[in-house]
């Protein structure tokens, strides 16, 4: 039974998956864009989801727990001073993922994952 196993594994083991996801949320911070593949877009919208909601509260508790998510100040800082004012008065979906079509190699589909 799959009950209570609302997140996809994607084929990684626990340590890999949180490491890909948190270097994930770090590009789209830093860049506002990243592109991968659909599924792996769809987990880091919701970790980056996540971590911009915590970041709204812009208290010292929250900067430090999304500190102890993303471990890179500079991202960090970025959140707190420019992204998280733009999302103020906006009460959830940050973000949005655009489906780009199918990868050559292997026909993964690929899209992009950005802010809104």
Same mark, same amino acid.
């Given at each position: 039974?799959?009950?209570?196993?609302?997140?996809?594994?994607?084929?990684?083991?626990?340590?890999?998956?949180?490491?890909?996801?948190?270097?994930?949320?770090?590009?789209?911070?830093?860049?506002?864009?990243?592109?991968? $593949?659909?599924? =792996?877009? =769809?987990?880091?919208?919701?970790?980056?989801?996540?971590?911009? $909601?915590?970041?709204?509260?812009?208290?010292?508790?929250?900067?430090?727990?999304?500190?102890?998510?993303?471990?890179?100040?500079?991202?960090?800082? =970025?959140?707190?001073?420019?992204?998280?004012?733009?999302?103020?008065?906006?009460?959830?979906?940050? $973000?949005?993922?655009?489906?780009?079509?199918?990868?050559?190699?292997?026909?993964?589909?690929?899209?992009?994952?950005?802010?809104?």
């Amino acid at each position: 039974m799959r009950h209570r196993k609302r997140h996809s594994r994607l084929n990684r083991s626990m340590e890999h998956r949180e490491a890909m996801l948190c270097n994930m949320t770090i590009s789209l911070i830093t860049h506002e864009r990243i592109r991968s $593949t659909i599924p =792996k877009l =769809k987990e880091a919208r919701r970790y980056a989801e996540k971590l911009i $909601t915590m970041a709204k509260k812009n208290d010292q508790a929250a900067r430090r727990r999304v500190f102890s998510y993303l471990q890179e100040p500079v991202a960090v800082d =970025k959140l707190f001073d420019i992204i998280v004012p733009r999302f103020a008065e906006r009460s959830g979906g940050y $973000t949005r993922v655009m489906r780009t079509g199918f990868r050559k190699g292997d026909a993964a589909e690929v899209g992009i994952l950005e802010l809104v």
